[in-house]
């Protein structure tokens, strides 16, 4: 609280301590004061005035506001005051000049409601003299072309001091920092390059309007990304425009030394660890192999072409039925380096049995990444006998490549909504699970696991990029339900894990990906309109448009029976394989074959050969229409 307005408090607290006495005369005489307490009140007023000034000092009440006011300041406020009248009713006495006791407890309560008010009062004008401050300070940014935001700093460290010493040095910056939070109580009221420092972190909101802030960096960049998740989850209440500190660009010159912000993105709110790999062991299974990835253009597929060029590979093949992906991800490896010769891009579907034969011929790939699938739940269940034909089919065909070709380790890619599904989509990818642990026990050549985890932050079809697109038109940003949640993780981190369970891979497992906390998408969406400078309700609506056909509130990442067995990695384990046996599986496939030319019956035959599918009441209908509903 800059010096000028604790001064202003005090001389305020002198006047008001004068009145309330007066006042208390005044109402105990009922007008009238007698003049021998008039004669008393002017010579003990400067002493009056003292002591209370003196106790209230001692109690920091001139930093008290009453906007963020606890139990522990309304006790110092009541303290104070009934402390300063005992001391000046005990001066009374001793100096003999004494007044009504009805006196002394109208003037402690008069006392005391003047000065909560004051503190009202005071943040009332103090608000409204920010905010002319702040107009009149872009007005004159404005006119000499350089606004400046008010930045306040999550942080006093040297990430802080760095980012401060920045910002003065340049007097082009658009940064004013104006002060620096930290948990540290000992830096409290300090400064830092002259910066006041100030505290608690969790008081962010109280010190974003004190000092009017329009941004905050949060710089501290050793902390967890537990504790970082929790401070930008603080933050994004306040509207402020969000940015982290990154790290610093450094040349051989100290002096030259800047450091990078950026602006705070979804995935930075999950508060997940790094993911450790342990390399070698991946490094050994892919360095000088011939790896082929199907889905190669997709989310998760590309990502995996990107993290398995880096272990160089003798041969990347990349296989893709839409050739725009399959094109992107093949520029995108050529400029980072990855060798012209070293790099193979097939455009076909894991449909075609005769092409996937040439392949596998051609090239006798040591690993196989099974990426490709129809992923989108409310698509699937309008087309189910596309899912079974890709999904369920597709898989069997590159599994069957994949045996009678020796091929190392094939990996299947799955998901959650495998375990009891709801969908016709996730009782394909389980029917998928079964077939990679069927066919695993049919060859001692290669080893057959899945890899099952959640939903992916910025997916093709997944929420961001869809909220992305709504937020562009204007909004409203779309929730299915107000309760639904969802486990998630970055692209990145999943593919980190799914190349560390490949290592892992003995045949017939199924690795489960430990997702973290379940994340409310109605939290998502709050938080994606805050990081977009945006408020929630005011600028853009969230509406409710209801449970989609075959979706769940909540997902499931193992089913009752599986149980679990750790692994080396805290964030891998195994679910227990399945029962089933390779003969078992093709009369279940020839069953499901059979029923491909009716959507019904075809429900009905992946519930039979999958029992922990459970069919969507409304079954073959269509989807029912949406009605939306504007959050309150």
Known sequence: MPIIYKSILLMSDIILINIAFFVALFLRFEGFIPAQYLKAYAAQWIVLTLIHLIINIAFKLHKCLLRYITSRELLYIGGATCLSSLLFFIYGNVTDVTFPLSVYLIYTSLVLLLLILSRFSYKFVNRILSKFSKSYNALKGHLNGTTKNRVLLIGAGDAAALIIKESKKNPNHTYKIVAALDDNRTKHFSSLNGVPIRGPIENIQKFVEIYNVDTIILAMPSIGRERTSEILNLCSETNCHLKIFSGISSAINEEDQTYQVRSVRIEDLLGRDEIVLDSTKIENDITNRTVLVTGGGGSIGSELCRQISSFNPSRLIIFDIYENNAYDIQNELLLKGFPRESLTVLIGSVRDKIKLNEIFETYQP??????????????????????????????????????????????????????????VMGATKRLCELIVQSINKTTKHTDFVAVRFGNVLGSNGSVIPLFKRQLEAGGPLTVTHPDIIRYFMTIPEAVRLILQAMSFAEGGEIFVLDMGQPVKILDLALNFIRLSGLEPYKDVDIVFSGLRPGEKLFEELLMDEEGITNTSSDKIFIGKPSDITFAELNQSLHYLHNALESDCDLREALHHVVPTYRISPNGCTELRPNQETKVS
């Open 366 to 423: 040591d690993l196989v990444f099974h990426a490709a699938a129809h992923k989108h739940v409310p698509l699937m269940e309008d087309s189910p006998s596309e899912a079974i034909k890709n999904n369920v089919f597709g898989t069997y065909n590159v599994a069957l490549c994949a045996r009678e070709y020796k091929v190392k380790k094939f990996v299947l890619i799955s998901t959650d909504k495998a375990v009891n599904p709801t969908n």
